[in-house]
């Protein structure tokens, strides 16, 4: 779609709540969960500590939380449009943990 001085706008970027996407990739069992792991200061966002559970992540952002005993670090694959069963949950990311007691298969 062109503009008033005739150059086509590129298309936003999607994106999504932070909050709302860790509740949808099922690392949190609520969104309220979630927004309070963001509010009290717990995830990085491209290594940059984040407190707004409304603030804006897309697709290839690294988020760094913590979950259980373990600090997890993720990267944005997907955004999701529903929490949907594990299996499509664990499309929305891919895992950068190379911490012990991760297991790596090589092919």
Known sequence: MAG?????HPSPEPKLRLDKWLW????????TLA??????????????????P????????????????HIRVVRILALGQRRGPATEAQNLYTDLDTGPGTLHLLE
């Open 24 to 31: 949808q990739a099922r690392f949190c069992k609520s969104r």
């Open 4 to 8: 008033p001085s005739g150059k086509a």
């Open 35 to 52: 927004a309070t792991l963001v509010s009290e200061g717990h995830v990085r966002v491209n290594g940059t500590p984040v407190s707004r």
């Open 54 to 69: 409304g603030r804006d992540v897309s697709p290839g952002d690294v988020l760094t939380f913590p979950q259980g005993d």
